[in-house]
Each structure stands twice: as C-alpha cells, then as structure tokens.
C-alpha cells in the first residue's frame, strides 16, 4: 500500500489544453488557456468538497459544476461568482473539464452519469478538449459497477478512471482533512493524488482499479460490526452495576478498543460532544452504515468469501432503520436500538 499525505497547494495547470474551435462556443479565445475542472455531485460531502476545490485551484481556472439538485448549483454559484460555471448535464462537463470528480449516493447514480458522459465515445473529438480526461469517482459503491464504468472509460480511450472512496464525514470534507482511498495504476497516482489533495489530507494507494472501493467497504464492514459489539458490550456492563465511563476507559485501555468504544461511543454522556451525547445527532447516518455494509455483503458474496456476522449486523441495522426513535440519527443509536440505558 501506497500512502501519500500532502498538503493542498495550489495547482498549476496539469497539462496543455487543446481547444475545438468551430460550430461550439468557447469560453475563451486565448490558446494558453488555465485548466478546467468538473465536479458533479453537490450533496453532504460533494458540496464542500467543490468549495475547498474551488478555493485552492488558480483563480483563473473554471470548475464546471452540476447537480440535479438546481437548488444545490444555483447556492453554489452564488457562493462562489468568480470562476464557476453551471454545466446544462454532465455530457457538458466532460465535453469541457479536464478533470472531472463525481460524488454520488448509490451504484446507479455512478452508472448514469458515467454512461451519459462516455457515451457517444467522442468525447475527444466533439469536446472542447482533446485530451483524456481524468475521471476520479468518489462515491462509495460496489466494485463491480465502478469497474463496469472503468472498462467503458479505458476501451473507449477517453479517460482514466479512477475509484477513490471517502472518509471522514461531513466535518472532513468542510475541513478539507478526508483520507482518500484510491484504486489507480501507478501512473496516475501522482495526478490523482494532487487534485485529491486539494480536498483532503490523505491518499491511500491501495492498488489497481477497484482497489479503493474494496479497502472502504472492508473497513466500514468492519466499522459496522463493531459498532454493533460495543453497544452490546456497554449495554451488558451498565445493566450489570457498571458505571458508564469507568467500562469505557477501562475497555479503551484493553483489547476491545476500537474506534465507536474510543471516538463514538453509542452511550450518551460517556463522550462529550459526541453524537450519542446529542440525542444521536450528526455523524455518520445509520442509513449510510447499513447502505456501506450492503455493499461489502455484495462484494464479498460475489467473491465467494464466507461471512459469520455480516448477515446478523444486516437484521439488526434494517431493524433500527425502520424504528421512528433511531431512524435517521447516527449509527451509534443502535445502542438505543438493543434497549440501552440511556
């Protein structure tokens, strides 16, 4: 595994455009024009992710932006009238960015966009630029979709597809602080990892394509199970006598330390400021967890890997879905859930 920490210096141009003059209209006349940038996906994490975007590449340069969220483009642009401009559909973005970061809620949000820019494959011909384009998905789905997008953009030679899934929530894409896990063929790495850099602290190489969805979904698989054991495990000391922050320092100075035991603890005023201790609000939702646990439980299925818990912590995530008092809150509230002590 490759890790690369950079600090988010602004980028120069990656390399020279080649603009289609002719029947399209250009937004510039000059031939040494500064680079363009495309971001589709303005939700939770794309919004601020865009914004830190924005602010750290050269002034001069264009972020096309676009969102079927109107609203979401509409507040962005007001947000940021210098040197941002809204794309009609995501055709147009390929057609006019060079480099091009979606991030999108679920498998068939990537499938669309990706075969609505890739397809007719003439983007190098009929687009305002006649290079590859640099493709970064930053959604968190299955590896076998976002390798169906990759084979589609690689076979038509109009870009290189890159997967490099998220973490660190909402407070570290505002931050600018997320740790991006990237499936690339060494080559790219370098590039991806300087544009990622703009909006995050951390870039994983975990391999080729694909390899970075695969290290997410291992991990919030993980993430998932654990969760559910810590809320079961404080539940059990607490009803038997425990008091609450005595367990959970003790369990943090021994083996079952992890991070919902340290960090995001699911039992309300052991942890100060964290969700739990905020009636279970903000943080990572539960229906992302159970949608992340989804996915790995597909992943692996389709690799034939055998699973003791996953099937068990799927039951118990879809339960607390459905419960009006945990429904929408942070994944921690499966403590709640279990009927723990609050």
């Known amino acids: ?24 209209r250009c937004f510039s006349s000059s031939q040494n024009l500064q680079a363009t940038w495309g971001f589709i996906g303005l939700g939770r994490m794309g919004y601020p992710m865009a914004k830190n975007l924005r602010a750290k590449i050269p002034a001069e340069d264009t972020l096309f932006v676009q969102d079927v969220n109107t609203a979401a483009t509409k507040k962005f642009l007001e947000e940021h009238p210098q040197g941002v401009r809204i794309a009609a ?5 390929a057609e006019k960015a060079e480099t091009i970061v979606t991030s999108l809620p679920e498998p068939q949000h990537v499938k669309g966009v990706y075969k609505e820019m890739l397809e007719p494959a003439t ?9 590859e384009r640099l ?39 505002q931050a600018g602080t997320l740790t991006f896990m990237i499936g690339a ?21 975990l391999g080729e394509q694909g390899a970075g969805l695969k290290g997410k979904l291992a991990n919030n698989y993980l993430l998932a199970l654990n969760n559910v054991a810590t809320a079961e495990a404080m539940s059990m000391g607490i009803k038997w006598g425990l008091d609450p922050k005595a367990l959970a320092g003790m369990i943090n100075t021994a083996t079952g330390k992890c ?4 960090v995001n603890n699911p039992v309300p005023g052991v942890i100060e400021g964290s969700p739990a201790s905020r009636g279970y609000e903000g943080g990572f939702g539960l229906a992302l ?24 912590a799927r039951a118990v995530y879809d339960a607390a879905e459905k419960d ?19």
Not at 188 to 205: D, N, P, Y
């Open 1 to 24: 595994m490759r890790t690369v920490s950079a600090v988010a210096t602004p980028l120069r141009r990656l390399s020279p455009v080649a603009i289609r003059q002719g029947s399209r």
């Open 89 to 93: 559909n995501v055709r147009e973005v």
């Open 123 to 131: 983007l190098l011909t009929d687009g305002f630029i006649t290079k």
């Open 135 to 173: 493709f970064i998905d930053c959604s968190t789905i299955d590896p076998m979709t976002s390798g169906a997008v990759a084979e589609i953009a690689h076979s038509t030679k109009q870009g290189k597809f890159i997967d490099a899934p998220m973490s660190g929530g909402v407070v570290g894409a």
């Open 185 to 205: 063929p060494h080559e790219a790495v370098e590039q991806a990892t300087k544009v990622l850099s703009l909006m995050g602290r951390r870039v994983l190489h």
């Open 259 to 262: 991070w919902p035991s340290e």
């Open 289 to 312: 967890a159970n949608k992340d646990l989804k996915l790995a439980l597909k992943a692996a299925a389709e690799a034939n890997v055998k699973l003791a818990m996953g099937d068990a």
């Open 324 to 342: 009006e008092n945990c429904k929408g809150r942070d994944f921690s509230v499966i403590y709640r859930y279990l009927g723990g002590k609050e």
